[in-house]
């Protein structure tokens, strides 16, 4: 292992040398079922035919211009994405903190606009949205704070899936938004109950505060809707998007809408790659491929079905605490931290996922055919199992 990287991972001791579908191949031929897909990147699974034929066929015409210029393929999947939600108008980043970041200038500016000097964000409890200081300052989890004070100021935190807590801010003249994961993701898989986005669109609507969502990692097909504010009838202002864009070509999105439409200007924001005709050639055909294949229809439909199956699974297995999740982003809350099991799943061939120290994650590809479904149900539900009794 070369002492040249800095130490900012816990990695497994693994390396990956090609992958296919819903598998990955290390260097000893030896195949892993990929259940967490690059965190809820690789939505495709590996080497997809028609992502790898967009990316080259794009990297022999042009690569790079900068935003200097007009970029078509970057107008199309803005076209696109903006025909799939709703949303007006979008800006292209390459990451998920980045994209966040543009929406908490969106409401910055907003606020400026006002003539709020102080404005303040609501943000939840339990929330991730990224590492650098704004996106870590507005994430509702002290180990992502630790060593990073002062934090960026102007958010102000209540327990997630609760609108009363909110109700309480109401008369707080600086606020100007709500960021919210539509489903927390690093937070432990929590969907909040029906009507919670619904609540929290009225209550912006009343105070003209911005609906700002963190679909980061619930949005692009992952929970069964293209975009998971669509399991409820309403908008927001701002929707943040990433992970599973590209398929694993970098690329994040601000999508704006209603009264945070038009708010960033020239001279406001920027970012040299953002939005490159490589990134936007992989985004086109990773929507078009998910809109061929029906596969936001076919998450919808077998995430149920998984779901079902570890409950029937696990069902009796007393250190289990909770089985949720929305289409392919299931989590499975143990009673004991449960960190150990992701190894001891990689050495069954299986890659999964353990957040919030006690709950397993599982994101996997929307392409795992029905036995490979059967093999991450089966290794999954015993490892719970034999975990279960030596923690008896
Ligand atoms: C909900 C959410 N927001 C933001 C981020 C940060 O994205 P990135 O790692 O691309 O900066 C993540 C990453 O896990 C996420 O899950």
């Known amino acids: 292992m070369s002492n040249h990287l800095m130490n900012t991972y816990a990695r497994q001791p693994v390396s990956f040398v090609k992958g296919q579908g ?58 696109k994405l903006c025909a799939l939600s709703g949303m007006q108008q979008a800006f292209f980043c390459n990451s998920g903190a980045e994209a966040n970041e543009t929406a908490i200038k969106i409401a910055r500016k907003y606020a400026n606009q006002k003539g709020i000097s102080n404005p303040k964000i609501i943000v939840m409890e339990n929330s991730f949205h990224g590492r650098t200081l704004a996106t870590l300052s507005a994430t509702g989890n ?17 327990p997630f899936d609760n609108v009363e807590a909110i109700k309480t801010l109401e008369n707080d003249a600086d606020i100007v938004a709500i960021l919210v994961e539509p489903v927390q993701g690093e937070g432990g898989v929590h969907v909040p109950k029906a009507g919670y986005l619904t609540a929290l669109r009225e209550i912006c609507d009343r105070n003209n505060w911005l609906l700002m969502l963190d679909e980061i990692q619930a949005g692009v097909g992952r929970t069964g809707k293209w975009f998971a504010f669509q399991h409820e009838t309403i908008k927001p ?12 070509v970098p690329i994040g999105a601000s999508l704006v809408s209603g009264a945070a439409a038009g708010i960033l200007v020239p001279g406001n924001h920027g970012t040299t790659f953002g939005g490159n005709p490589l990134a936007c050639a992989a985004a086109l055909a990773v929507i078009n491929t998910l809109e061929v294949h029906n596969y936001v229809e076919h998450v919808a439909i077998k995430g149920q079905q998984l779901l079902n199956k570890f409950k029937d ?80």
């Open 22 to 79: 819903a598998l990955l191949h290390d260097k000893d031929g030896k195949h892993y079922l990929d259940a967490i897909s690059g965190i809820a990147v690789c939505s495709l699974g590996h080497a997809h035919p028609a992502i790898s034929e967009a990316i080259c066929e794009q990297s022999q015409t042009l690569i790079h211009t900068s935003n200097l210029y007009q970029i078509d393929k970057q107008q199309q999947l803005a076209d």
């Open 142 to 158: 002290a180990k992502v704070h630790e060593g990073f004070f002062p934090l960026v100021q102007g958010f102000v935190r209540v």
């Open 313 to 392: 699974a696990l069902a009796g297995t007393d250190n289990v605490v909770d089985i949720r999740g929305k289409g392919y982003m299931i989590g499975i809350q143990l009673k004991q931290p449960c960190g150990e099991l992701v190894a001891k799943a990689l050495a069954r061939g299986v890659l999964i996922n353990v957040t919030r120290g006690d709950t397993i994650r599982l994101l996997p590809t929307f392409v795992m055919t029905q036995e490979q479904t059967e093999t991450l149900v089966t290794v999954v539900a015993e490892l719970v199992k034999e975990f279960a009794q030596t923690n008896a």
């Open 237 to 248: 202002d701002v929707m943040s998007l990433a992970k599973a864009l590209g398929n694993g």
